[in-house]
């Protein structure tokens, strides 16, 4: 009986998402026909035109490969990784675009390995939905603090804290959502995706938040032994 209800309730997630996802992407394949259609008719030809079409594949594109991230790793795809060079690697990616907003990103750690058991593509795109989400929470800049350790239990920690906006309570329970975006051009994946990954690496995340203060994103992920 109970195995009945997870079902349905899993069918009902399905319907859900797959709705959302056809609007999301239904909105500029519209947009697109409508200009296919204006400029094959002769009229409007410009760089404009062009621009906008170019926005709304690139809309399509960003909506896609977020969602293709959902897709379960197989068993055989998971290996010890050190998930403090994962990160240390994209800080060095974001720092370009972080300083461009104005954002400092501090990394807290002793640089040596933390193993965890992972697949480093994945990994790497939780690291960068959040920090990116911290920058993109601080109008007029400020710092972005990573910490990284081991707590006496062995699980590996990683928090990710911000000197943006915050959430309201509410809000926070809204986090993971599917389309939940507060952004102009968020596409309210990013955090859905990130929950969705930690989860299939037996790892737990947690936010805190105070209105006006900040954001902290937390993740425990098991410990593994590194491969001899
Ligand atoms: P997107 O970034 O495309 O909007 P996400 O799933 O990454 O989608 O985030 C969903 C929403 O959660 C954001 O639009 C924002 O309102 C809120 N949010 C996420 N991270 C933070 C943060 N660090 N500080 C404040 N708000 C955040
Ligand atoms: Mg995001």
Redesign the pocket.
Known sequence: NEELLINSEKLYIAGQLAAGIAHEVRNPLTSLKGFLQLMSSGRGNSQHFYDIMKSELVRIESIVSELLMLSKPQVYDFAPKDACRIMADTVTLLNTQAILHNVIIEFHADYRPLWVMGVENQLKQVFI?LI???I??MQSGGVVAIYMSQDEAGEVIIRIR?E????SRE?LST?GQPF????DK???????VTYKIVDNHQGRITAE?EMGVG?T?IIRLPYTRPQE
């Open positions: 939905n990116k989400n911290a993109e929470a911000d943006g906006t915050g959430l809000q986090l939940y975006t507060t952004k968020g596409t309210g994946l990013g955090l859905m938040s954001t994103f």
